[in-house]
């Protein structure tokens, strides 16, 4: 019995001998552990990063707006203190107004126009020229049968003083000018031309060294042949092909792109003045009117 009383005092002894004192680490542990991640929480709110603040402040603008039926409206989000948070741009809506084009070039482009067709307001009248105000800039479109004669690429005498009136309106202003020549459908096969691609581009030419003979600065000139590709008319009709036959001057805007040139084309201009559809031929005073198989060079051009 005594023995084993010895025994349990013993073991409570051993029991009493390891009981931790120190406890209270571990709480203390577990405080500066989550005063270290407090401190951490505090110093990331302090920092912002304006790349991902500008996406949240995006985020919420394109969900407020669609909630409100309105997805390009915008929702102000406000910096935080000590912060400053990049403007961010709403974008403009697909059909918004353009903006307003300058209104000097435009000026200065109907001026132009207005000139011309004074200066050749007796052609106009009979139909061989007109004068138009587009996109591009200001086109005055010159009937074949005024300047040449059939298949030819020289200028003809009788042309003389139409072109010298326009040369000296050219050359009073500093816009590029492109000359253009077209023909009608029919083919032309001589040893000086194979081809309405050669015409064409003879016929622009010969108007270029004209209006550098006559005072228009080289740098400003241009000549391109279209041969019959681009035509304003029907070829199908003998007045279609009248209108086809033609040089056009292209006095063009200082932002003409070329790379859009296909988009101004297909915009209608303004027309200044009305045209004959009966462009008469220079060599017989009528309406032209193409016989079957009949050599090219008796054609008009």
Same mark, same amino acid.
């Given at each position: ?14 029991? !009493? ?44 603008? $394109? ?12 929702? =102000?989000? #406000?910096?935080?203190?000590? $912060? =400053? ?18 209104? @000097?070039?435009?000026?200065?482009? @109907? ?6 067709? @004074? ?8 139909? !061989?020229?007109?004068? $138009? ?68 581009? +003879? ?29 304003? !008319? ?19 805007? #200082? ?11 297909? +915009? @209608?201009?303004?027309?200044?003045? !009305? ?27």
């Amino acid at each position: 019995m005594s023995t084993a009383h010895h025994s349990r005092r013993r073991r409570r002894s051993e029991d !009493e001998e390891h009981v931790n004192h120190e406890r209270w680490l571990i709480s203390y542990a577990d405080f500066i552990t989550l005063l270290f991640a407090f401190f951490v929480v505090m110093y990331a709110i302090s920092s912002v990063n304006e790349g991902r603040y500008r996406v949240l402040s995006n985020a919420l603008s $394109t969900a407020f707006g669609r909630f409100r039926g309105d997805p390009q409206s915008s929702l =102000t989000v #406000p910096a935080l203190p000590g $912060t =400053t948070v990049p403007a961010v741009r709403t974008p403009r809506r697909a059909d918004s107004a353009p903006a307003a084009p300058d209104q @000097k070039r435009v000026e200065h482009m @109907k001026n132009i126009a207005d000139r011309l067709s @004074k200066v050749l307001a007796p052609l106009v009248s009979k139909g !061989e020229v007109r004068v $138009t105000n587009g996109a591009r800039g200001v086109a005055i479109e010159i009937n074949a049968a005024v300047l040449f004669a059939s298949g030819q690429a020289e200028l003809q005498p009788s042309s003389g003083e139409v072109i010298k009136s326009v040369a000296a309106v050219l050359a009073a202003i500093d816009d590029p000018v492109q000359v253009e020549g077209h023909t009608d459908s029919i083919p032309i096969a001589t040893s000086q031309f194979p081809s309405n691609w050669e015409l064409s581009t +003879a016929r622009a030419g010969s108007v270029v060294r004209f209006f550098v003979e006559h005072g228009v600065p080289p740098q400003r000139l241009s000549a391109a042949g279209y041969g019959e590709f681009h035509p304003v !008319e029907s070829n199908d009709t003998p007045e279609g092909r009248a209108r086809n036959r033609r040089v056009t001057l292209m006095i063009l805007t #200082p932002d003409d792109k070329r790379e859009n040139l296909e988009q101004l084309n297909a +915009a @209608k201009p303004d027309e200044i003045s !009305e045209p004959n559809p009966q462009l008469p031929d220079a060599a017989s005073g009528v309406a032209a009117t193409p016989t079957e198989g009949r050599n090219r060079d008796a054609a008009p051009r």
